[in-house]
T-cell receptor, first 114, second 117 residues
Framework: EDKVVQSPLSLVVHEGDTVTLNCSYE??????LLWYKQEKKAPTFLFML????IEKKSGRLSSILDKKELFSILNITATQTGDSAIYLC??????????????FGKGTLLTVNP | GAVVSQHPSRVICKSGTSVKIECRSL??????MFWYRQFPKQSLMLMAT?????????EQGVEKDKFLINHASLTLSTLTVTSAHPEDSSFYIC?????????????FGPGTRLTVL
């Protein structure tokens, strides 16, 4: 059975802190790993990772994938209160033909206090 | 940017009634749409994959006769929860993948909160 495990499940930090969120997975027919930010409603796309060791960066956020050890991390530097959200990790896999599907982890609830 | 809408955003119904949820891609065409369910403090669980013009593919454990999915056009998919019961109360989220895109072009709707009394 496919598994995507995120840790920690929740995290409380102060503005300016740096955080690292973890995602490990066991998935057959792996294609990609994606990170999403979910505030009140729809998850919004952050990164998609397909290759090991190549860091993706967007502003204060960055992420990297290790396909040998089957995990990814999402880093957020100089956190702001607006970073407070649930961060979801999802793994995309082939699901027959040209189809793929995403398996999500439970998410990490990040709270950034002023 | 790509926008996916869902309607209604919130619905409360009596046990035994059917509820229809619409998912629309507003500014792009989506050959494939996905329906997820999210319980409090739980992950998004894929219910079914919906391809335009063909039958939906349901995940194991999801009753296709209870959760009817129709993907009639490249911009619209509907999920009908038939004979809803209180245990069907959940947050239902759809996502749409752009016809020309890969995994990174899967955009999520704002979700529908279903409460069955």
């Amino acid at each position: 059975e496919d598994k995507v495990v995120q840790s920690p499940l929740s995290l409380v930090v102060h503005e300016g802190d740096t955080v690292t969120l973890n995602c490990s997975y066991e998935v057959t027919n792996f294609r990609s790993l994606l990170w999403y930010k979910q505030e009140k409603k729809a998850p919004t796309f952050l990164f998609m990772l397909t290759s090991s060791g190549i860091e993706k960066k967007s502003g204060r956020l960055s992420s990297i994938l290790d396909k040998k050890e089957l995990f990814s991390i999402l880093n957020i530097t100089a956190t702001q209160t607006g970073d407070s959200a649930i961060y979801l990790c999802a793994v995309g896999k082939n699901s027959g033909g040209s189809n793929y599907k995403l398996t999500f982890g439970k998410g990490t609830l990040l709270t950034v206090n002023p | 940017g790509a926008v996916v809408s869902q309607h209604p955003s919130r619905v409360i119904c009596k046990s035994g009634t059917s509820v229809k949820i619409e998912c629309r891609s507003l500014d792009f065409q989506a050959t494939t749409m996905f329906w997820y369910r999210q319980f409090p403090k739980q992950s998004l669980m894929l219910m079914a994959t919906s391809n335009e013009g063909s039958k939906a593919t349901y995940e194991q454990g999801v009753e296709k006769d209870k959760f009817l999915i129709n993907h009639a056009s490249l911009t619209l998919s509907t999920l009908t929860v038939t004979s809803a019961h209180p245990e069907d109360s959940s947050f239902y989220i759809c996502s749409a993948r752009a016809t020309s895109g890969g995994e990174g072009t899967q955009y999520f709707g704002p979700g529908t909160r279903l409460t069955v009394l």
